[in-house]
């Protein structure tokens, strides 16, 4: 046995389930003596969280993964283990590739981590463990949380909903929500760790579960004293009620911001994708949402490329967008990823054509943020305070509650403090302001 100064290194890829996932997996690893480093050279143990749902979030794995070799080559006792969701569909595949990794773990086994390093401490030998993508969701956690004011806390693990695009239903499993007082006090603790801001998380958060609806469980939060801004992701269109709208209007600290993926803007794709709604009704939703919470920002996900996509399917698209007007949109090129439904499809699109429909897209849509942002310029916004930045002290950056990125002047508001700042200057990714 080694003695309690043992290094921890955690690399994270993907989405804030991810990030989840990878807090509690520190911290379950903390109770067998490993504390975290920035540093891989210094680490005893180096955990990978991956992610599969593109081509090139895999690659970057298996890059790092390829760099980690020589770290194991210089220092034989060094642990290597990955997790997450390539994990999940690679398995065995990992270790033929690369023989260097100890350990695969599968994303329903992720709690099982500080027994595998255990193992492994005491005998060394290739693990892996795939075996249960719906595994239970370990009723007690002890999440190792990252930054300072704002953090993730998963309400509901999986997905039923099968995209044809979409590889996580794969990796992910069944849906399985957590019991709504295990959620309130996972939340009372971060809390009492001094978190402000809460997102509850889900692949699909309005089919939580866990014997309430969504809504009550995000009214029932918002109650928990010291949540001062209260979050949550990810919104399918197909069944976002007027229940939660109703919820988000009369919240106290509910904020005003619905990601709400809508992935194309033309009925022939949505089918194809499996998205089961329409644009006509995914444009009543938007109406119905902006009619009941004014304020409410509006952002989401979008990919192009998908096959079968012509150029009038394309260019509805855009015109969706115009119509919208989202605050902001993230936009994927389509990724085959094999083993889903799309991936067999005929007309896939090549590589050229995606890439100038990601471009012209993108133009379009960071037209729309900008002048949603300019519309901002001379008010007033709460911003939740999250650090000074690291060039100039005088600098603060924060959010606002519809959740965009702020730069403000201050001389010394501290991190988890909401203040108020007047927008002077607004951009497509980023406003600026003074505290007032
Ligand atoms: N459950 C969430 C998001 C999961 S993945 C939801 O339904 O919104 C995050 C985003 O990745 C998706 O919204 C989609 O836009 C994108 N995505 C998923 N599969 C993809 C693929 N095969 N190629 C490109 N983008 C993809
Ligand atoms: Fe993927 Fe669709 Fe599930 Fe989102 S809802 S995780 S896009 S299958
Ligand atoms: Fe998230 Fe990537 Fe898995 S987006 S759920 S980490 S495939």
Redesign the pocket.
């Known amino acids: 046995m080694r003695d309690m100064e043992k290094k921890l290194k955690i690399l994270t890829y993907g989405?804030q389930m991810n990030v989840a996932d990878s807090e509690r997996m520190a911290g379950l690893l903390k109770k067998i003596g490993y504390t975290l480093t920035d540093d891989a050279e210094d680490a005893d143990l180096i955990l990978i969280n991956t992610c599969c749902?593109?081509?090139t979030a895999e690659d970057k794995v298996i890059g790092q993964i390829g760099r980690f070799k020589t770290l194991k080559q210089k220092k034989p006792s060094l642990i290597l283990g990955v997790a997450g969701c390539m994990a999940q569909k690679e398995g065995e595949n990992l270790i033929k590739r690369a023989p260097h990794i100890d350990f695969v773990l599968g994303t329903g086994q992720s709690s099982e981590v500080a027994r595998v390093v255990e193992s492994l401490e005491r005998e060394r030998k290739h693990f892996i463990d795939t075996s249960n993508v719906s595994g239970e969701i370990p009723s007690e956690v002890f999440p190792l949380r990252g930054g300072k004011v704002s953090t993730f806390i998963p309400i509901m693990y999986g997905?039923n909903?099968f995209?044809t695009?979409?590889?996580?239903p794969y990796v992910r499993g069944r849906e399985r929500s957590r019991p709504p007082e295990e959620i309130f006090s996972e939340v009372k603790q971060a809390v009492a760790e001094g978190f402000k801001e809460i997102t509850l998380l889900?692949?699909?958060v309005n089919s939580y579960s866990g014997g309430m609806s969504f809504a009550e469980l995000l009214k029932a939060v918002d109650k928990i004293a010291g949540v001062e801004r209260l979050r949550f992701?990810?919104?399918?269109p197909k069944d976002l009620s007027d229940e939660l709208i109703a919820a988000i209007a009369g919240g106290k600290n509910i904020c005003e911001h619905i990601?709400?993926?809508v992935?194309y803007g033309s009925d022939k794709i949505l089918k194809r994708m499996n998205r089961v709604y329409t644009v006509e009704k995914y444009l009543r939703l938007v109406e119905k949402i902006r009619a009941a919470i004014p304020d409410v920002s509006l952002t989401t996900?979008?990919?192009v490329?998908?096959p079968g996509e012509t150029e009038e399917d394309f260019k509805e698209t855009l015109d969706f967008l115009r119509e919208v007007k989202f605050d902001a949109a993230?936009?994927?090129?389509?990724?085959?990823?094999s083993g889903?439904p799309?991936a067999t499809f005929e007309n896939q699109i090549d590589d050229a054509t995606k890439h100038r429909r990601l471009e012209e897209l993108m133009s379009v849509q960071n037209e729309i943020s900008l002048e949603k942002n300019l519309a901002l310029k001379d008010s007033v916004v709460e911003v939740l305070v999250e650090g000074a930045s690291k060039t100039d002290e005088k600098i603060f950056t924060g959010r606002t509650r519809s959740n965009k990125l702020i730069l403000f002047e201050h001389g010394k508001e501290n991190a988890g403090e909401l203040v108020n700042v007047k927008i002077s200057q607004a951009q497509t990714w980023l406003l600026k302001g003074k505290a007032i």
């Open positions: 989405c749902v593109r081509a997905c909903n995209c695009y979409c590889i996580v889900g692949q699909n992701m990810t919104s399918h990601h709400l993926p992935q996900d979008l990919i490329g998908f993230f936009t994927f090129i389509y990724s085959k990823r889903t799309a």
